[in-house]
């Protein structure tokens, strides 16, 4: 879905990129902090000050910040399930080794 992003708004891209690749690590904290940096940037890109600016109506404007509230709400789910997933997986594997000791 982040690939949608890649030519007209390349750094939200690169940050969902960070945030996959974080998921595809299972590191929980690089998760929620590449998770928390692109909950910024959306933000700011839905709502900062020259969003109005570069589009060139209102509809255009208020396509783009439902899209990015949308894109936001399914990065944070996609967040939560990989954080859980990540949990799940260490609490199995430290099982493991204490069954083995």
């Avoid at 939200?12 to 690089?30: D, K, P, S, T």
């Avoid at 590449?34 to 940037?41: E, P």
């Avoid at 933000?43 to 509230?69: I, N, Q, V």
């Amino acid at each position: 879905m982040i690939g949608l992003l890649r030519e007209d708004a390349p750094w939200l891209y690169e940050l969902g990129l960070e945030l996959h690749r974080a998921i595809q690590r299972g590191a929980v904290a690089q998760i929620k902090k590449a998770g928390k940096d692109l909950h910024l940037a959306l933000d700011f890109t839905a709502r900062g000050p020259f969003t109005r600016d570069l589009l060139k109506d209102k509809e255009s404007f208020y396509f783009l910040r439902e899209s990015l509230d949308l894109l936001h709400h399914y990065v944070e789910q996609s967040i939560d399930r990989a954080v859980d997933k990540a949990a799940k997986q260490k609490a199995s594997t430290k099982r493991r080794r204490q069954a083995s000791n």
